[in-house]
T-cell receptor, first 115, second 113 residues
Framework: AQSVTQPDIHITVSEGASLELRCNYS??????LFWYVQSPGQGLQLLLK??????LVQGIKGFEAEFKRSQSSFNLRKPSVHWSDAAEYFC?????????????FGSGTRLQVQP | EPEVTQTPSHQVTQMGQEVILRCVPI?????FYWYRQILGQKVEFLVS????????KSEIFDDQFSVERPDGSNFTLKIRSTKLEDSAMYFC???????????FGEGSRLTVL
């Protein structure tokens, strides 16, 4: 069964500082990996995804993530955080071969940005 | 840009009442999902639906839950007799063929009193 671990429940960074949110997954084959962001009271917005190919993927809002098969990780990074990035971030894994399989989400990391 | 829409945005109901949450998926998508998020907790998978039948369901999706695609555009989640612990945000999602990517609606917040 697939699973996702986000070891950091809550992270606080200063505006302009760099950010890395950790995600580890467990999946038997090559996973499809996603990062979603959720602002308070809002739905889930896709930041980026990895299906195959280049292991460094670029997303919206200046985010990127790197797939490391040897570490079963898919960490999210941003070089300079903006106050508007404060939100909850969810990593998810899916089989993705047909789109039929459901995504499994991690428990989320809440990001606070200090001025 | 096409999007998944959900109604109502918020529903308050009494314990034991039936609730129907509605979703309009993206029009050319074939895979439909319901997820829920209890306040402060992770997003949990409930059910997936393809070709007019349930393709996967979680242990949360018991006999009190049902899904339906009554016409070509709507996808509904029915909770037959709501319990306090059904209070959550319910997200509908849809996906196209072969992409593995899900597009989520804004959610329907259900409060059971």
């Amino acid at each position: 069964a697939q699973s996702v671990t986000q070891p950091d429940i809550h992270i606080t960074v200063s505006e302009g500082a760099s950010l890395e949110l950790r995600c580890n997954y467990s999946y038997g084959a090559t996973p499809y990996l996603f990062w979603y962001v959720q602002s308070p009271g809002q739905g889930l917005q896709l930041l980026l995804k990895y299906f195959s190919g280049d292991t460094l993927v670029q997303g919206i809002k200046g985010f990127e993530a790197e797939f490391k098969r040897s570490q079963s990780s898919f960490n999210l990074r941003k070089p300079s955080v903006h106050w508007s990035d404060a939100a909850e971030y969810f990593c998810a894994v899916g089989a993705g071969d047909t789109g039929r399989r459901a995504l499994t989400f991690g428990s989320g990391t809440r990001l606070q940005v200090q001025p | 840009e096409p999007e998944v829409t959900q109604t109502p945005s918020h529903q308050v109901t009494q314990m034991g009442q039936e609730v129907i949450l509605r979703c309009v998926p993206i029009s050319n998508h074939l895979y439909f999902y319901w997820y829920r998020q209890i306040l402060g907790q992770k997003v949990e998978f409930l059910v997936s639906f393809y070709n007019n039948e349930i393709s996967e369901k979680s242990e949360i999706f018991d006999d009190q839950f049902s899904v339906e695609r009554p016409d070509g555009s709507n996808f509904t989640l029915k909770i037959r007799s709501t319990k306090l612990e059904d209070s959550a945000m319910y997200f509908c999602a849809s996906g196209g063929q072969g992409t593995g990517e899900l597009f989520f609606g804004e959610g329907s917040r259900l409060t059971v009193l």
